[in-house]
């Protein structure tokens, strides 16, 4: 029999196989003008994408603004909707689902947002916000909500009171823990955390994500974590993919990745970031250019203007993000010399 949104609402899915499939996933923003708004254009924001979640993993997404990490995210929860490719989370096909069922599958994606300000109504108290979820989904009757809602409330380190509060007072990092408290509401399987952590102090940051790391452990979660970072994915993530104008350029486990990356676009955003360590020696690599227009992408790879490595072949062919026989771990590389074993510092600093 035919498995429906409704049947799998309220349970955790089987271990077998991805909690999500995102496969060959797009999403193309037309550009309109004139007087009768022609489409003269669009602006690829997702182009293809394409990987695996499996339940209670971390994938990290990071790359330069602009790469279509936040859209990424919203296309695959379908709060916009995508242009191509297909979703299947546990199984069922989200483009597919008729609204009802859709709606049932709700509870089980959340997401997380970047800024705890705006995210949150200011007219409506705490309580309400974090209750709203249980009402909606009709989880709970009225007398449990306040009952739930002071139970998140505590699981995610704030005093049951705050349920009386606005969100005006409430510091930053206490709006984006009544944020969270709201995520996991209905008990999720998959949450989408936009750089829940970017605009928040250092100091807050580590207590954020300590926070989501005891849920994930907890309640079996999975995570897609958009983040600008580094460092904080390597921390949080198991898995790391690398966005480049809306396509994935690299994807492989974090602690391999950050060893030994292997497209040359990784490598500069790596060697890019600060060491904190002041006595450590670090050749500082930075990518020449700005990102291509997302209008006019360029021919074949589209790392090839800013790439050091860049051949005729970049130029006219687009690599396939595909394993590498000379790559002995576990990776997908969408680049034609990625075996070549390639050293973007030493590249720039030849060239330079």
Known sequence: ?????????????????????????????PIRRGLFSQVAGVIKAVDGVSFDLAQGKTLGLVGESGSGKSTLGRVMLRLIPATSGG???????????????????????????????????????????VGEPLRIHRAASRSAI???????????????????????????????????????????????????????????QSQILNLLADLRDEMNISYLFIAHDLAVVRHFCDDVAVMYLGKIVELAPAERLYEKPAHPYTQALLQSAPSPDPQERHRHATVSGEVADPIHPPRGCAFHPRCPFATEECRRVEPKLESKKGLADARLVACHYAENDLNFADAIQSSG
């Open 146 to 204: 306040r009952e739930r809602v002071a139970e998140l409330l505590e699981r995610v380190g704030l005093p049951a009171s705050a349920m009386n509060r606005y969100p005006h007072e409430f510091s930053g990092g206490q709006r984006q823990r009544v944020g969270i408290a709201r995520a996991i509401a209905l008990n999720p399987s998959f949450i989408v955390c936009d750089e829940p952590v970017s605009s928040l102090d250092v100091s807050v």
């Open 1 to 29: 029999m035919k498995k429906t949104a409704t049947d799998t609402a309220t349970k955790k899915p089987s271990p077998i196989g991805p909690l999500v499939r995102v496969r060959g996933l797009k999403k193309h923003f």
């Open 87 to 129: 979703v299947l989370f546990d199984g069922l096909d989200l483009f597919s689902l008729p609204n009802q069922e859709l709606r049932a599958l709700r509870r089980r994606m959340q997401i997380v947002f970047q800024d705890p300000v705006s995210s949150l109504n200011p007219r409506m108290t705490i309580g309400a916000t």
